[in-house]
């Protein structure tokens, strides 16, 4: 059974930063890539950042180009979420999900989760 742990949330101000952290141990799942999302209350769950395992090719939302990095090191089976300059609209519980197609940043392309972390950014 694969498990998913994310790691690393809390509250910051904005202009702050985050490094998100996900563990995934355990075998019989199979993806070629890592992705995070995020969802705020009252709101449809957001692909934030995507890499593929192999190849390391890397997807952001436009809300967050050039202030979230994705990260892997796969000896590890991990994945990062380098979260700066953040902003209150950042706020959200962030997950993290293994699946397929994920360029796309659509949660139905992928089928395992953790359990998520939760950043508050306050202004």
């Known amino acids: 059974q694969v498990q998913l742990v994310e790691s690393g949330g809390g509250s910051m101000q904005a202009g702050g930063s985050l490094r998100l952290s996900c563990s995934a141990s355990?075998?019989?799942?199979?993806?070629?890539?890592m992705g995070w999302f995020r969802q705020a209350p009252g709101k449809e769950r957001e692909g934030v950042a995507v890499?593929?395992?192999?190849?390391?090719?890397?997807y952001y939302a436009d809300s967050v180009k050039g202030r979230f990095t994705i990260s892997q090191d796969n000896a590890k089976n991990m994945v990062y979420l380098q979260m700066n300059s953040l902003k209150p609209e950042d706020s959200a519980m962030y997950y993290c999900?293994?699946?397929?197609?994920?360029?796309?940043?659509?949660?139905?392309?992928?089928?395992?989760w953790g359990q998520g972390t939760q950043v508050t950014v306050s202004s």
């Open positions: 355990g075998y019989g799942y199979s993806s070629n890539c």
């Open positions: 999900a293994a699946g397929w197609y994920g360029w796309r940043l659509r949660s139905g392309d992928f089928g395992l």
């Open positions: 890499i593929y395992t192999s190849g390391g090719r890397t």
